[in-house]
């Protein structure tokens, strides 16, 4: 793809990056262990909820070594509340196989850091010219909403072969001094001028060079087709309490949420299905009193589901051992434990309406 502008569209945008780019921890460092913490966090997250994440996990883990060697628990913990928590363990893994395989130094090419459990094109490109300078294409939704502009490209970007376009116009496009400012100027122009909708182009550095301002159609690009309607799923939610403690599980090691701590839920095929005996069958307990049938109504937009969650509150009794996964936990060790964003919800509602006080 041959671009008439490349050399002042790239002059251009890494000056005005140089000018207003955002002051964010990850960009006071070249350490690719640090930059690729960030990486991981902003994919789905948004800038302004990964920064204090980030702080606190550099805190917590400032080198490789020591978040090869953390307790997945506690890494989870940390993780808590950003979601996509499968991001925290491939990130530990690909860590771990760093310390083993290269004896603690990140890979400065993108063939072994692709190799990395959780390193995809982009995060592999982003480590590659922001910590090592290498002219490495880095290519998120932020880029390809610029360049599809930019360069008018009319493909449909939810196609996974579309990005194959965009990495072969980055590879020409890229500032071959600048790499790592080109590749952060791009996703910030994205974020702050070259917006999904009503684009500022009276205010972008590049507008003079962009094929779809000329042509007039800069706000219907990019081409997206929309993904498919999001999947309802229904439970009962039992926050069931004995002598002050409250029953909880652990989710599979496996899918959505794994390892994570959760109030027991019973799955319902319609919202109307009444799903108390088959709790009492599978946690071999008795409820001895209902203290509050509709405790609370929860619903939680995941990318591609949606749990709809009915709550109860009630007082049970033991029948039997339970499996390592089940346990009885009193407030204050439910501070330890890593608890989804909706359990944490409505740990947060439990808090405040029944126990005022952590025991």
């Avoid at 490349?6 to 930059?35: A, C, S």
């Avoid at 400032?62 to 060697?69: N, Q, R, Y």
């Avoid at 500022?200 to 007039?216: A, N, T």
């Avoid at 808090?351 to 952590?358: A, E, G, K, L, Q």
């Amino acid at each position: 793809m041959k671009y008439p502008y490349t050399q002042q569209f790239r002059q251009n945008l890494v000056e005005w990056f140089h000018r207003e780019q955002r002051n964010l921890p990850w960009r006071h460092t070249k350490d690719p262990y640090k930059i690729w913490v960030s990486e991981v966090m902003l994919q789905q997250t948004r800038v302004d909820t990964v920064i204090p994440y980030y702080q606190r996990f550099i805190d917590k883990y400032p080198t490789l070594e020591s978040l090869a060697g953390a307790d997945e628990e506690e890494l989870l913990k940390m993780w808590e509340g950003l979601g996509y928590y499968s991001r925290a363990r491939n990130l530990q893994a690909g860590v771990r196989e760093v310390v083993e395989k290269y004896g603690g130094t990140v890979p400065n090419n993108r063939h072994d850091l692709q190799k990395l459990k959780g390193v995809g094109p982009y995060t592999a490109g982003a480590i590659l010219s922001i910590a090592y300078n290498l002219p490495e294409h880095a290519v998120d939704g932020n880029v390809m909403r610029v360049l599809s502009r930019v360069l008018h490209i009319t493909e449909d970007i939810s196609l996974p072969r579309t990005r194959k376009i965009f990495e072969k116009a980055v590879d020409e496009l890229i500032h071959p001094d600048y790499p790592g400012d080109f590749n952060q100027a791009s996703m910030d122009l994205g974020a702050m001028i070259c917006t999904p909708v009503s684009p500022k182009c009276l205010l972008c550095p590049v507008r003079e060079y962009c094929l779809g301002f000329m042509e007039g159609d800069a706000d219907q690009l990019p081409i997206k087709t929309k993904k498919t309607k999001s999947k309802n799923e229904y439970y009962d939610v039992y926050i069931a309490v004995n002598d002050g403690k409250i029953l909880f599980e652990r989710r599979p090691s496996e899918g959505l949420l794994a390892n994570m701590w959760q109030f027991p839920m019973m799955p319902k095929k319609q919202p109307s299905e009444n799903t108390w005996e088959p709790f009492e069958l599978k946690y071999n307990v008795t409820i001895t009193k209902v203290l509050e049938e509709n405790f609370v109504e929860q619903k939680h937009v995941f990318s591609h589901l949606t749990w709809n969650m009915s709550c109860h509150l009630i007082e049970i009794s033991e029948n039997g051992p339970f499996p390592d996964s089940v346990q009885f936990v009193t407030l204050k060790e439910m501070e330890a434990l890593p608890l989804p964003v909706p359990m944490a919800k409505i740990m947060n509602i439990l808090n405040r309406y029944i126990f005022h006080s952590p025991e």
